[in-house]
T-cell receptor
Framework: AQKVTQAQTEISVVEKEDVTLDCVYETRDTTYYLFWYKQPPSGELVFLIRRNSFDEQNEISGRYSWNFQKSTSSFNFTITASQVVDSAVYFCALSDYTGANSKLTFGKGITLSVRP | DADVTQTPRNRITKTGKRIMLECSQTKGHDRMYWYRQDPGLGLRLIYYSFDVKDINKGEISDGYSVSRQAQAKFSLSLESAIPNQTALYFC?????????????FGAGTRLSVL
């Protein structure tokens, strides 16, 4: 069975601070996908990134970066120089790779509050 | 226009009423999903469909049913609504190719059962 754990439930930072959101996963699959989604206060779910399990290179997109470590089953998300607009709930998710079963298993989410 | 459209966006109903939440998509995806979100519990899968003739139960299907009327339409029904079905409901779609396994979500339907 697949499982995603986001141990942090709420994080509060002051604008311009860096913040890291942790994600730990469990799966018996040898190949899989990992995802991050953002849910701003307006409620919609916004896709941020998909990472496949055989590509352990870290990824950077503007102020966002993701650190994938297969050895520790972690896929952490760092926001550099946080802004008020980053305030949202962030979900980490896992799916198999083959596509035969593309269901997503979500973590419970981390509520990030960025104060001005 | 949104690629994944959910209607209604908000609904208040009474215990025992039948209610249908609708989802339509213009992404041309075969796979569609219904989730519910409860505070502190993340998203949980109710039903999913990989094509019009393939419908599967998710982890919390009791009390719900679905209908896949066409590739683009996937409806969720609560046959007899109860208060603990009060939640935020999301529809999602996914396809193949470069977007493989990425799920795209509608804006959500906020349902309150009184």
């Amino acid at each position: 069975a697949q499982k995603v754990t986001q141990a942090q439930t709420e994080i509060s930072v002051v604008e311009k601070e860096d913040v890291t959101l942790d994600c730990v996963y469990e799966t018996r699959d040898t190949t899989y996908y990992l995802f991050w989604y953002k849910q701003p206060p307006s409620g919609e779910l916004v896709f941020l990134i998909r990472r496949n399990s055989f590509d352990e290179q870290n990824e950077i997109s503007g102020r966002y970066s993701w650190n994938f470590q297969k050895s520790t089953s972690s896929f952490n998300f760092t926001i550099t120089a946080s802004q008020v607009v980053d305030s949202a709930v962030y979900f980490c998710a896992l799916s198999d790779y083959t596509g035969a079963n593309s269901k997503l298993t979500f973590g419970k989410g981390i509520t990030l509050s960025v104060r001005p | 226009d949104a690629d994944v459209t959910q209607t209604p966006r908000n609904r208040i109903t009474k215990t025992g009423k039948r209610i249908m939440l609708e989802c339509s998509q213009t992404k041309g995806h075969d796979r569609m999903y219904w989730y519910r979100q409860d505070p502190g519990l993340g998203l949980r899968l109710i039903y999913y469909s990989f094509d019009v003739k393939d419908i599967n139960k998710g982890e919390i299907s009791d009390g719900y049913s679905v209908s896949r009327q066409a590739q683009a339409k996937f409806s969720l029904s609560l046959e007899s609504a109860i208060p603990n079905q009060t939640a935020l409901y999301f529809c999602a779609t996914s396809g193949e190719g470069s977007d493989k396994n990425i799920q795209y979500f509608g804006a959500g339907t906020r349902l309150s059962v009184l």
